[in-house]
């Protein structure tokens, strides 16, 4: 996928998510250690709880990041956990790659990603898989919002739907 007209094709679909879930939506890839977001969607918050574009932010403490380092080949991963340092954000940071490796194997076996707090005490995101229509993992699709007033449960249910419906119908795009 040529990276540079994605986020042309993407908008429509990040369009609909920041609609129905009235948060704002990104398609985030990886390179190298860090998640990159290509595309966003949604209403204009306080920076403070978005990404610019273009932003590069440490995978292990995004949802999107967590997914995309969930999803790799078991000996890519074992090199990952075995080669980082865990950098510490916030005191909700997952800071042991014990405590790491258990989160990692719970969002490969769920397929999507919820993090909280760890880069930063306000904001939550949820992330799911953009595959091609092949199959291949290419991003991932996440929004970002405040912690705000509701519970993670009520978050996850109230957004991943949406989600999940968005990167099936963007499938055959990609």
């Known amino acids: 996928m040529g990276t540079k007209r994605v986020p042309r094709v993407v908008q429509p679909f990040l369009q609909r998510v920041a609609a129905g879930t009235n948060e704002i939506a990104y398609l985030s890839v990886m390179d190298g250690d860090e998640v990159v977001y290509i595309a966003r969607n949604g209403p204009n918050r306080s920076m ?3 990404y610019v574009l273009g932003a590069r932010v440490p995978a292990q403490v ?3 990041g967590m997914l995309m380092l969930a999803l790799r080949s078991d000996a890519e991963l074992a090199d990952w956990l075995a080669t980082r340092q865990l950098q510490v954000f916030t ?3 997952i800071a042991s790659m014990e405590r790491m490796k258990l989160e990692l194997a719970r969002i490969r076996a769920q ?3 919820l993090s909280e707090q760890q880069l930063d005490l306000n904001s939550r995101g949820i992330a799911v898989p953009l595959r091609d ?3 291949t993992l290419v991003g991932a699709l996440n929004i970002t919002m405040p912690m705000g007033h509701e519970s993670s449960e009520d978050a996850v249910a109230r957004v991943l739907p949406v989600l999940r419906e968005t990167a099936q119908a963007m499938r ?3």
């Open 48 to 50: 403070s709880t978005g």
């Open 172 to 174: 055959n795009l990609i």
């Open 91 to 93: 005191s909700h940071t």
């Open 133 to 135: 229509r092949h199959g």
């Open 62 to 64: 995004t949802a999107s």
């Open 111 to 113: 397929g999507w990603a």
